[in-house]
């Protein structure tokens, strides 16, 4: 499983961004794929997750509510539109696809993490 993250950038505070993960490998969708971030100096945190069958989804609660990852199953494809941006979102995210879970120790596969910046 191959997995490229794209859409990151600089934005205002109140802003909105949204992240693409395309993926490619025969036996993606067995997994559950997610969003992480890490900021300077901070450890990796969970910020979404969605499950390729049925759809569940699930949200770190630092962004419940502006936050929201959907899939294009025909584009093997995971997003993560980003609303009500604040400075603290600021951090390089990264996609992953692994099992069903916020511990970044679950995950199996990685891709190049995108900058986020907001400014305030």
């Known amino acids: 499983v191959q997995l490229q993250a794209s859409g990151g950038g600089l934005v205002q505070a109140g802003g909105s961004l949204r992240l693409s993960c395309a993926a490619s490998?025969?036996?993606?969708?067995?997994?559950?794929t997610g969003w992480f971030r890490q900021a300077p100096g901070k450890e990796r945190e969970f910020v979404a997750a969605?499950?390729?069958?049925?759809?569940?989804?699930l949200y770190a609660d630092s962004v419940k509510g502006r936050f929201t990852i959907s899939r294009d199953n025909a584009k093997n494809t995971v997003y993560l539109q980003m609303n009500s941006l604040k400075p603290e979102d600021t951090a390089v995210y990264y996609c992953?696809?692994?099992?069903?879970?916020?511990?970044?120790?679950?995950?199996?596969?990685w891709g190049k993490g995108t900058q986020v910046t907001v400014s305030s």
């Open positions: 992953a696809a692994g099992s069903w879970s916020m511990d970044p120790t679950g995950m199996n596969y």
């Open positions: 490998g025969r036996t993606f969708s067995r997994y559950a």
């Open positions: 969605i499950r390729w069958s049925g759809g569940s989804t």
